[in-house]
């Protein structure tokens, strides 16, 4: 049975095994996935020690992206733009390094939620490893604007400046997003500590798509302000779900028939 799993520090929170294993009994294919708790430091032994043992694949989250990163032998171009890999693949090829966060939130945006994003007027708020993870395959979809805005503004000026080559992007401070967008995604983590960015209410309309790439159980305090504006709102479960898709099917060849399942996994979550 071939063996793969998540690594991270914490790692107990993690859904991961829960989803593999309904990819793999959907699929019918013969792996075993599982939790890998890594000491702060740990993670290159860990991992030989994994493949020495016959590990074909490995999810990495926090706080060992750019670990992963550097320990890849080959990158995916997703995982070059983005800085950080999520996605282990080890096999003759060598140590494949990839992201799928970003075709993650575009499949839960333009499948889950039914969103189609080419034209669209698109925020991003935040300039760290989500929004840099994001950019790229939210730029493929050819927005027809799309706009970075970060508390510190030339850290956003700078994550532009990084992708300059696949498209334009804006960047610049909280103050720069005055109009309202289609689709406004909240890339930073204030959600998980009961805050929320200080966007103002101005960027939302009836018509606005407010998407919180944090997966707290309940809507984070973004969704809920821009709720109240009169936007629909979402949480980054759809998104979780399909860059774990994406990581599957790198690893197997196979793509689980997400429209039959996105709705039970998350039942049973």
């Known amino acids: 049975m071939d063996e793969y799993v998540v690594i991270g520090n914490p790692i107990a929170h993690s859904k991961s095994p829960e989803i593999h294993t309904h990819f ?6 013969n792996m075993h996935y599982d939790r890998m708790l890594v000491p702060v430091g740990g993670f290159a032994q860990a991992i030989n020690a994994f493949i020495a043992r016959g590990g074909k694949g490995a999810n990495v989250t926090a706080p060992f992206k750019l670990d992963a990163y550097a320990f890849a032998t080959k990158l995916t171009e997703r995982a070059q733009v983005a800085g950080a890999v999520n ?16 075709a993650g939130l575009v499949a839960d945006l333009m499948l889950g939620a039914g969103v189609a994003l080419a034209g669209r007027r698109i925020l991003l708020i935040g300039a760290g490893g989500a929004a840099r993870g994001a950019l790229l395959s939210l730029l493929e979809q050819r927005p027809g604007e799309l706009v970075v805005v970060n508390r510190t503004a ?3 000026h700078d994550l532009a400046d990084q992708v300059r080559d696949y498209g334009f992007v804006k960047a610049g401070g909280f103050d720069v997003a005055q109009d309202i967008f289609d689709i406004v995604i909240n890339a930073t983590s204030a959600g998980l500590h009961a805050h929320r960015p200080p966007v103002g209410a101005q960027i939302f309309g009836a018509g606005t798509l407010a998407y919180d790439m944090v997966y707290a159980g309940e809507p984070t305090l973004f969704m809920q302000f821009a709720a109240g504006q009169g936007a629909t709102v979402r949480d980054g479960f759809g998104m979780l779900v399909e860059q774990a898709a994406e990581a599957f099917y790198l690893w197997r060849g196979v793509r689980p028939d997400m429209s039959a399942i996105r709705d039970t996994i998350r039942a049973s979550m």
């Open 24 to 29: 793999a009994k959907i699929t019918q294919q």
């Open 87 to 102: 996605t282990l693949k080890f096999d003759g090829d060598g140590i494949i390094g990839d992201n799928t966060d970003g």
């Open 154 to 156: 030339e850290k956003a």
